[in-house]
């Protein structure tokens, strides 16, 4: 292997880091990054003490939020980095290989596809399944929103790709929902859920094309409609008030009716971060979305286009099934995560800016 330090045996610095040190594995999957902290020690004892993982994700908001905020923000990350604590063991865990505490700029959410994708294989990779099996694995992850199993090729030395996963119930929480954002006047909204809720809505009622228009201008515009929708819509979870909030808005190309050709979307969320990829997550919602609609049936395929990078994922309904009083449907998301390399943050105390900044 080559080594990229000075001659003469040389170590790099730094060599008595005084704080904090985390070691992270670095994928993207579809262009958006996951940086992966594999041991937190903080989570672990909670979860060892018996806490459930919506209540892990509550306690490192409040105990641990120097992690996320050094891991996401800079100068070690960006505006657009996305993060997953992985946790073994405990009640979190259950009848799961592992769990995850997903992290982004703004905080915590409750759900990830990109994630669980990328997780798949380093769940492999990193001896978290005792005994794979050839060609294919079943990956049992516990996620804030409920458990998901992945399934990643596995040839016997190592995982590969495409890898998918059967998703939490996904739904749709409301359609055609007519909302007043300012500065744009009033447009039509469906709401689904996919491990979390986002608004999705064609950009041409915004007057954009989300092929074409300026990021910034459909950031801007995606904002604004999630903004309305948090003052005008009441969301409800069957399961915990904890994931009854609107993530973002996905801003589409409108064509939603069966077709074999890709359809192009770009998702905003939480603090006007966006999601380099088609958006995991957002890919169930809108195959809720279609088939609750009629557009779509049971095991056909479509394809989802990144308006960012280009990058693809497919989803399909393969369950129609009941969560609380919504008709729902299990959707298989498929994707492909790759691994960019592996690193050691620290952090010095007497850095005033050690904890990071947000600079967007």
Not at 102 to 122: E, I, K, N
Not at 198 to 226: E, I, N, P, W
Not at 274 to 302: C, E, F, W
Request: proline share 5%; aromatic share 8%.
């Amino acid at each position: 292997m080559a080594m990229a330090a000075g001659g003469g045996g040389r170590r790099l610095p730094p060599h008595s880091p005084s704080g904090l040190v985390l070691q992270t594995v670095e994928m993207h999957t579809g262009g958006e990054p996951l940086r992966i902290i594999p041991r937190l020690e903080a989570a672990e004892e909670a979860v060892a003490g018996g806490l459930s993982l919506l209540s892990l994700r509550r306690e490192m908001a409040a105990t641990q939020d120097h992690v996320r905020r050094a891991l996401m923000h800079e100068p070690r990350g960006h505006a657009g980095m996305y993060g997953v604590v992985v946790v073994a063991g405990g009640v979190a865990t259950t009848s799961a290989h592992l769990a995850a505490v997903f992290l982004h700029c703004a905080g915590y959410s409750t759900m990830c596809g990109h994630a669980v994708l990328a997780l798949g294989r380093f769940a492999l990779d990193y001896g978290l399944v005792a005994v794979p099996t050839s060609p294919e694995t079943a990956v049992r992850l516990h996620c804030p929103c409920g458990p998901v199993t992945a399934f990643v090729p596995w040839d016997g030395c190592r995982s590969g790709n495409p890898v998918r996963f059967h998703s939490v119930p996904a739904f749709a929480a409301a359609i055609d929902l007519a909302i007043d954002v300012p500065g744009h006047g009033k447009v039509v909204v469906d709401i689904g859920y996919g491990g979390t809720f986002y608004a999705f809505l064609s950009a041409k009622q915004l007057g954009l094309d989300v092929c074409s228009s300026k990021t910034r201008d459909l950031v801007s515009a995606a904002s604004a409609v999630t903004e309305a929708v948090k003052k005008q819509f009441k969301l409800h979870h069957p399961e915990s008030e904890d994931l009854a909030f609107l993530y973002g808005t996905i801003l589409t190309d409108g064509k939603d009716a069966f077709s074999e050709e890709p359809t192009t979307n770009i998702c905003v969320f939480a603090d006007e971060q966006v999601d380099r990829s088609p958006t995991g997550s957002g890919v169930m919602a809108r195959i809720a979305l279609q088939y609750h609609k009629g557009l779509i049936q049971l095991n056909q395929t479509r394809t989802f286009r990144s308006s960012t990078t280009g990058s693809l994922f497919t989803g399909k309904a393969v369950k129609a099934t009941r969560f609380g009083d919504y008709n729902a449907v299990i959707v298989e998301v498929s994707g492909e995560a790759f691994y960019t390399g592996t690193a050691t943050f620290t952090v010095e105390e007497e850095d005033p800016l050690k904890y990071g900044f947000f600079f967007k």
